[in-house]
T-cell receptor, first 110, second 114 residues
Framework: SQQGEEDPQALSIQEGENATMNCSYK?????LQWYRQNSGRGLVHLIL?????REKHSGRLRVTLDTSKKSSSLLITASRAADTASYFC??????????FGAGTRLTVKP | DVKVTQSSRYLVKRTGEKVFLECVQD?????MFWYRQDPGLGLRLIYF???????EKGDIPEGYSVSREKKERFSLILESASTNQTSMYLC?????????????FGAGTRLSVL
C-alpha cells in the first residue's frame, strides 16, 4: 500500500504546548500534504510541501520533509483548544496517485 | 472559495435499499472523489473521476458504483445497501493533476444502514 502512516495515533497536550505529529511513507513522492478534520466534518487543507522542499511555515504550523527518511512532521506551536482535531497526511505520487493516512487525533486541553 | 456540497449530512437507510449520495462542486474541477472514513482506517478511496463520464476504481469499489454526467456533479450509488456500508462518506474535488493539487472536501454524509 502507498498509504502514509501517522504517528502517534492520538496525542493529548495542554494549551500552550507544542504538538508534533509524524507521517512516514514507503515510496518516492511528488509532494506531501497535511489536512485537518474537525469532529464529524470534512477535511480542510493546511499545507503542501513538495519533494524538493525541506521546510514550510504557515502561521503556527511548521512542516518538515525528509525524503531520505521518507518522513514528514507537522508542528503546531503554542497550541489552543481550538486546534483539537484529527490531522491527516496525504502523499502524492509520481504515478498520479494520492493516498491519505489514518490520522492523528489531537486533543488540546484548556 | 471552493465549495463542495454533499446533499445530506445524515442518512438512515434499510438493508437492501438503493442509496444515492450526491456531491456538487462549484469550481470547475476536473477531478472528483468519493472516500469512506471509518475509525482507525483513515480515508479509503472508493471511486474517482477525472472527467465527465469517466470513472476509475479506488481501493474499495465493491458494492458501490458512481455516475458523473455533468462536470460539477459526482454521485455515489449503493446498489443494495448493507450494514457494513454504515460509515462516513466524504466527497472531494481537485483541479488538474490529482496527485499534485489540493483536494477540497464536502462536510460529509454519515450513513447508517439498518
Amino acid at each position: 500500500s502507498q498509504q502514509g502512516e501517522e504517528d502517534p495515533q492520538a496525542l493529548s497536550i495542554q494549551e500552550g504546548e507544542n504538538a508534533t505529529m509524524n507521517c512516514s511513507y514507503k515510496t518516492s513522492i511528488n509532494n506531501l500534504q497535511w489536512y485537518r478534520q474537525n469532529s464529524g466534518r470534512g477535511l480542510v487543507h493546511l499545507i503542501l510541501i513538495r519533494s524538493n522542499e525541506r521546510e514550510k511555515h504557515s502561521g503556527r504550523l511548521r512542516v518538515t520533509l525528509d525524503t531520505s527518511k521518507k518522513s514528514s512532521s507537522l508542528l503546531i506551536t503554542a497550541s489552543r483548544a481550538a486546534d483539537t482535531a484529527s490531522y491527516f497526511c496525504a502523499t502524492g505520487y509520481n504515478n498520479n496517485d494520492m493516498r491519505f493516512g489514518a490520522g492523528t487525533r489531537l486533543t488540546v486541553k484548556p | 472559495d471552493v465549495k463542495v456540497t454533499q446533499s445530506s449530512r445524515y442518512l438512515v437507510k434499510r438493508t437492501g435499499e438503493k442509496v444515492f449520495l450526491e456531491c456538487v462542486q462549484d469550481m470547475d474541477h476536473e477531478n472528483m472523489f468519493w472516500y469512506r472514513q471509518d475509525p482507525g482506517l483513515g480515508l479509503r478511496l472508493i471511486y474517482f473521476s477525472y472527467d465527465v463520464k469517466m470513472k476509475e476504481k479506488g481501493d474499495i469499489p465493491e458494492g458501490y458504483s458512481v455516475s458523473r454526467e455533468k462536470k460539477e456533479r459526482f454521485s455515489l450509488i449503493l446498489e443494495s445497501a448493507s450494514t457494513n456500508q454504515t460509515s462516513m462518506y466524504l466527497c472531494a474535488s481537485s483541479p488538474g493533476s490529482r496527485a499534485k493539487n489540493i483536494q477540497y472536501f464536502g462536510a460529509g454524509t454519515r450513513l447508517s444502514v439498518l
